[in-house]
């Protein structure tokens, strides 16, 4: 952070306004002010209910090698790309387009011995419900999720994974919410 902000690229603001998505706290934004371009810095991936630094254990064991601009730097590992491509489905919902097709593509494309190795990342690192709703949000992600013996996704997650419209999450918030005083928290939050 320090050295992004010495380049010029002061740090955004980057909390969630919504408290249904207080759970997307995974990052912080770095954006140059003269040409918008920014860097985004991971401590989590949303949908993990792992602390920071056992998500940071696991994912960056067995990192390989890519190049990027022609500077070779370390990336996720296959089963670690195939539960962030789940993952990131279930963040945006599979309206967006990039996720919903990054995701289609690993699904495709990956063995199911990847899937395997994503399916006991996501065990370890307490995702199972990012990452089913992910999973069968997409197509064939539904029978791939079955053969992981992936359990039922809960209400949060599905309503995400499946694009349901801003505001839905509150709503799930308030009906779960035990007493009058939670609801009013809610409510007059944002």
Do not use: K
């Amino acid at each position: 952070g320090s050295v992004l902000t010495h380049l010029g690229y002061p740090r955004r603001a980057s909390a969630p306004d919504d408290p249904a998505l207080r759970a997307d706290e995974h990052s912080v934004m770095w954006i140059r002010a003269q040409d918008e371009v920014g860097v985004e810095l991971h401590w989590t991936l949303v949908g993990l209910e792992a602390t920071s630094a056992s998500a940071w254990e696991a994912l960056s064991a067995g990192t390989r090698p890519i190049n990027v601009g022609g500077l070779e730097m370390r990336s996720l590992s296959d089963p670690g790309r195939a539960l962030h491509l789940a993952l990131h489905l279930a963040q945006h919902g599979r309206g967006i387009e990039q996720p919903a097709e990054d995701l289609r593509r690993g699904v495709r494309q990956l063995d199911f011995e990847v899937w395997t190795g994503a399916r006991q990342l996501s065990a370890r690192l307490g995702g199972d419900s990012a990452f089913a709703a992910g999973l069968r949000a997409c197509p064939g992600g539904e029978e791939l999720a079955g053969r992981l013996q992936l359990p039922s996704a809960t209400t949060y997650w599905t309503l995400r994974a499946q694009g349901a419209p801003r505001g839905a999450g509150r709503l799930r918030l308030l009906a779960e919410a035990p007493g009058w005083r939670q609801r009013w928290g809610i409510l007059s939050e944002g």
